[in-house]
């Protein structure tokens, strides 16, 4: 299926004990098809907590993801990890659900391989990889520059685009001018999806849109249709809600943002805090501001 437009990094929801309480993830999936009207979802990401995921679970999740999906829209597969051998055991565990692509990060302990080590990192996933595979370029000090993502998305096979998920605007601009026809460019600059999708961004994996997937919608339609009137007040209704989610704990900010419109995502696993009572409340009041429908006592 093909992957575009506002496609949410899921979250996913643990109980007390910290097991994936599946139910409220399936019931999150048929809600962000059905009633949000998004156009894919994005299951064991950063907002996901998949770093914390074992490979059962990731494939619970994901099996998850796919049966209620049910070729409604594509389900992409994260995979978070620190060696090519782990990346290609999740992918294996992976290979015979319905899955889109894997978005993959390259490999995040402290170490940086040299760029001919990266290229060789996801050539031999995607080799063996039972699904295509995006790019998920996230890792501070392991940053894939554009140059190296143009070079990785013409010339490894099964390779089929990025997430682009760093803050700074001119690095998702460059890669657009270079690599539009290369391959799927996704923006996971959550601050600024507006001028994202002006620039050519085929669609986004950002938090913002698991938190409020309707007006992230509402913005991608806005400006496929060229009213940017209306999509800068969308814009502006989506930046203090992510200026209120950004922090360390963001997974956890982004589940409160959930569970205040009655759509429940349980808790964090530790040792992410959950939402302070100051967050609460700013997320709250942004949420609010934006005109996003709450639940009414979601926070007694």
């Not at 001119?170 to 290369?182: N, R």
């Not at 698991?210 to 989506?238: I, M, S, Y």
Request: aromatic share 6%; hydrophobic share 50%.
């Amino acid at each position: 299926m093909k992957i575009y437009g506002i496609a949410p990094p899921m979250v996913t929801p643990f109980t007390d004990d910290e097991t994936v309480d599946e139910s409220l993830l399936r019931a999150e999936v048929e809600y962000l098809i059905t009633e949000a009207g998004v156009h894919g979802v994005a299951v064991g990401g950063s907002t996901g907590e998949g770093h914390t995921l074992t490979t059962d679970e990731l494939r619970q999740v994901v099996g998850a993801a796919c049966e209620v999906a049910a070729g409604r829209a594509p389900v992409i597969a994260g995979i978070i990890v620190d060696s090519t051998r782990q990346a290609i055991e999740k992918a294996e565990a992976l290979a015979d659900l319905d899955v889109a692509a894997l978005q993959v990060t390259p490999v995040h302990y402290l170490f940086r391989p040299t760029d001919e080590m990266t290229f060789e990192h996801f050539a031999r996933l995607a080799d063996s990889a039972a699904q295509p595979v995006m790019i998920y370029n996230v890792v501070p000090w392991n940053y894939c520059s554009p140059a190296l993502l143009d070079r990785m998305m013409r010339e490894i096979d099964g390779l089929i685009g990025v997430k682009q998920s760093a803050g700074d605007l001119k690095l998702l601009a460059d890669l657009l001018l270079a690599s539009s026809d290369a391959g799927i460019i996704m923006s996971a600059v959550d601050a600024l999806l507006y001028p994202s999708f002006c620039l050519g961004a085929h669609g986004a994996i950002a938090a913002i849109l698991t938190a409020a997937p309707e007006l992230c919608v509402a913005l991608w339609n806005q400006v496929q249709a060229g009213d940017h009137a209306a999509a800068f007040e969308t814009h502006r209704k989506l930046l203090p809600i992510f200026n209120a989610l950004e922090a360390d704990n963001m997974p956890a900010n982004v589940k409160t943002a959930l569970a205040l419109q009655g759509r429940p995502a349980g808790k964090p696993r530790k040792p992410m805090p959950e939402s302070s009572a100051q967050q609460r409340a700013a997320i709250e009041a942004a949420l609010l501001n934006a005109g996003v429908k709450l639940a009414a006592g979601a926070f007694a």
